[in-house]
């Protein structure tokens, strides 16, 4: 009888434990899941979406001038690349001689559909991040964009999404990321366009 009791007792105590367990888990659970959903402020979406915009894998395709930018150091293109009439190199010497719409993890030559330089209207080196900001926004310098238009870019856009699949170098080393999430930078993309894009002062 002692020892029927003494089972019933441990799978009494057991079966208590395990709710206590759940219970603790799921409100952790919720309690994550309602962190994950709060929203930023426009100023901390900024923040985020201008880290990833200034990292060295934008900012090589939007030099000063018309030769590329490449490497983690941003040294100018090797074997004279320009950028030519189109932002897609010269005439027998295009971008896609090389890059094409992969990264060629055998050789290091990175690669994403539509390769090549922005726009000249486009050149961030250089400038502070309200200045990279403005250009962005203004449809005189980004090729007659709206918000939406801005937004879909930059959250759908192959070669921007690039910077987060970036492969090898040509030693074979992977190549950095940008410091904030794809994920997270697709949010706070869509909640500063959402806020009106504005560019807090004081910044930068």
């Known amino acids: 009888m002692k020892n029927g009791k003494s089972s019933h007792l441990t799978l009494s ?3 208590v434990i395990g709710i206590l367990i759940l219970g603790h888990l799921t409100a952790g659970n919720r309690e994550l899941d309602t962190d994950t ?3 930023q402020s426009p100023t901390e979406s ?7 915009l200034t990292h060295t894998r ?9 030769v590329p930018r490449q490497g983690e150091d941003a040294h100018l293109h090797y074997f004279d690349v320009e950028r030519g009439p189109e932002g897609q190199g010269l005439t027998g010497y295009t971008c ?3 890059h094409q719409k992969e990264n060629n993890n055998y050789s290091g030559v990175p690669g994403a559909p539509h390769w090549g330089l922005a726009p000249s209207s486009m050149a ?4 502070s991040e309200t200045e990279i900001a403005t250009q962005i926004l203004d449809p005189e310098r980004n090729g007659g964009k709206n918000l939406k238009e801005i937004e879909k870019h930059l959250t759908e856009d192959e070669l921007v999404l690039w910077a ?3 492969g090898v170098n040509a030693e074979g080393v992977l ?4 410091p904030v999430s794809k994920q997270e930078f697709i949010v706070a993309v869509k909640e500063w366009i959402a806020a009106g894009a504005p560019i807090p002062s004081g910044q930068n």
């Open 13 to 15: 105590s057991l079966i």
């Open 37 to 39: 959903k709060k929203s």
């Open 46 to 52: 900024y923040n985020k979406v201008m880290a990833v």
């Open 58 to 66: 934008c900012m090589n395709c939007h030099p000063s001038g018309d």
């Open 96 to 98: 896609n001689t090389c």
């Open 124 to 127: 961030w080196e250089g400038k």
């Open 164 to 166: 987060w699949e970036p």
């Open 175 to 178: 190549r950095e990321i940008p």
